[in-house]
Structures are given as C-alpha cells and as structure tokens.
C-alpha cells in the first residue's frame, strides 16, 4: 500500500484510448482523519475524490481549479469536492457520521449515502473569464455510473469507470482507487468498445488496487508503456491569513458587532472541518494591521 496517492496515465489500444489508473488509497485516510467520516461515508466521498483528482489531472495548468459537487437525495447529504491542476484536492460530505447497512452483495451502500435522485455539477475554471459549469444526473448514486454519465452529457465523451474504497472493520481505509478509460477525439468504434468491456472486468477495484497496485493494472493493458505518474494530495486552501483577509472584508463595524454579540469571530472551513477562533484582540489587531497598510 502506497503512502502518497497518485495517478498514472498513458494511452493504449494503439493509442486511441487514455487509460488513468490512480491509488487514492493516503488520500481517503487523510479525509478519514479530519472528517471522522463512518465507513459508507469514507467510500463516497473517496470514490468522488478519486473522480475529481482524474479531473483534475486534464487541468491544463496548476492554477486552474475545478469543484465537483454530488447534490443526492441520500441519508448522507451534498458531497463536495475541490482540487487543481497540482492535484491538491480537498473535500466533504455533509452528514459524514450517517453509516447505513451494507448492501445484499456485500458492499457498502454508496447509492444509499449519496441518492440516487439528484445532480452531478462540475464547475471548472481556467482562470480564461467564465467558468464552464457543466450538470448531469445523476444515475445510481454509486458515483461511477454517475461521472461516466457527466462525461457523456456534459463533455461528450464517453468514458469508462470504475472507483473503489475498501473499509477495513476499524474504519480505517485499506485501499481505494480507480480506474478511467477515455477514448480520444476520433477513436473508433472497436476502440470505444473494447474500452466499455474492459471496465467491467473492475468491479472490485479496490482489491486490485490492494493486491496489485496500480503499475500492475496499467501493464495489464499495456506491459511496455511508460505511463505519466503524478501525485495526488489531501490539501485545503484555508490558513489564519486567508480567513484575517475574510474577516477585514466584513468591515471594522461588522467585525466589532460580532465581537460584541459573541465574544469571539468563528470561521469554519467545510472543505478540511477546522474551525479558526478570532478573539476580540486578534481581529482589532486585522483591523490595525490594515490602517497600517493603508497608511
Ligand atoms: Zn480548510
């Protein structure tokens, strides 16, 4: 098992279809460990996270960012996840504690967390004027049917995947991954079909993610390839600067008010589940600090 998640890509079938294999396995245990997530809760946002860090991975530069947002009808509520094109990714569900009974083969209820009435947004941005906004339904809950449907609606691309997240009984992640195969622009039909039928044979991605890794998958398709590897990490854009910078943007009088009414200013970040507490002394020192500046 890897201590870095990461993601590999190449292209096979004589390089008309991009296959991307990626080990979220480090990243899944780091949203474990902030967000105390129950094991059904773990498998869905892992599995959206491994989805949106192959999102990511098309960003044409580090700067550019996109959002998934998986907006069901489930017991676990929205899940949200963001990253960019360093593959630093970030995320949440909103009901994290929900656990729900396992499916009848044995799997985790994924569907049942996530609903299966709803919509898949991703909002990506280039940082070129508007964001693209791209929505689909969603078709199962389980988030892999779901992408593939949002590549085929939104994108018009088919692409193939499977994503997986094993839950070991203590709740921790064992491993979790996932695999996408994409034919490019003016693949043929054989291509786009033999890439459909590969897909099935992942049902248990995450098993093969643990027993075999992901360099062994991808050599199944293709052993000479030389795929692109890039690793994936758990990282949150908030720190105390960012949210000093919210708080100076509400204003001296609004700030004080705030004081006033609660002793304190807290700011609460979703994406990581860390709270920053202000106190009345701190946020006159934001307000100082940018006197200051103006002066
Ligand atoms: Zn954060």
């Known amino acids: 098992m890897q201590k870095i998640s990461y993601i590999l890509k190449t292209l096979i079938f004589g390089g008309e279809v991009s296959l991307a294999v990626c080990d979220t396995t480090a990243?899944?245990?780091?949203?474990?460990?902030?967000?105390?997530?129950?094991?059904?809760?773990?498998?869905?946002?892992?599995?959206?996270?491994?989805?949106?860090?192959?999102?990511?991975?098309?960003?044409?530069?580090?700067?550019?960012?996109?959002?998934?947002?998986?907006?069901?009808?489930?017991?676990?509520?929205?899940?949200c996840v963001a990253g960019d094109g360093a593959l630093h990714l970030r995320g949440f569900a909103e009901r994290p504690e929900v656990s729900l009974p396992p499916r009848a083969d044995g799997k985790l209820d994924v569907g049942g967390f996530v609903g299966r009435c709803g919509t898949l947004t991703v909002i990506r941005d280039d940082g070129e004027g508007i964001p693209f906004v791209g929505t689909s339904e969603l078709v199962s809950g389980e988030i892999a049917e779901d992408i593939s449907a949002y590549f085929l609606t939104s994108e018009q691309r088919p692409t193939a995947v499977a994503l997986g997240v094993k839950i070991a009984p203590d709740g921790d992640c064992i491993a979790a991954g996932g695999v996408f195969l994409q034919p490019l622009p003016g693949a043929s039909e054989e291509a786009i079909a033999r890439a459909e039928e590969a897909i099935a044979g992942f049902s248990r991605i995450s098993s093969r993610i643990e027993e075999e890794g992901a360099e062994r998958i991808v050599a199944s398709f293709s052993p000479e390839t030389d795929a692109e590897r890039r690793e994936i990490f758990f990282r949150c854009h908030c720190s105390r600067e960012r949210i000093s910078s919210v708080i100076a943007s509400l204003g001296k009088q609004e700030a004080e008010n705030i004081i006033r009414e609660q002793g304190k200013i807290s700011v609460y970040c979703h994406y990581c589940n860390t709270t920053y507490d202000f106190t009345g002394e701190e946020v006159a020192a934001i307000f100082s600090e940018e006197g200051k500046h103006e002066g």
Do not use: N, Q
Not at 40 to 69: F, N, P, Q
């Open 27 to 79: 990243l899944v245990r780091e949203a474990i460990r902030r967000h105390h997530l129950s094991p059904v809760a773990a498998a869905a946002l892992g599995r959206t996270m491994s989805a949106t860090a192959y999102l990511c991975s098309w960003l044409k530069d580090e700067e550019s960012s996109l959002s998934v947002t998986v907006a069901g009808d489930g017991a676990g509520g929205k899940i």
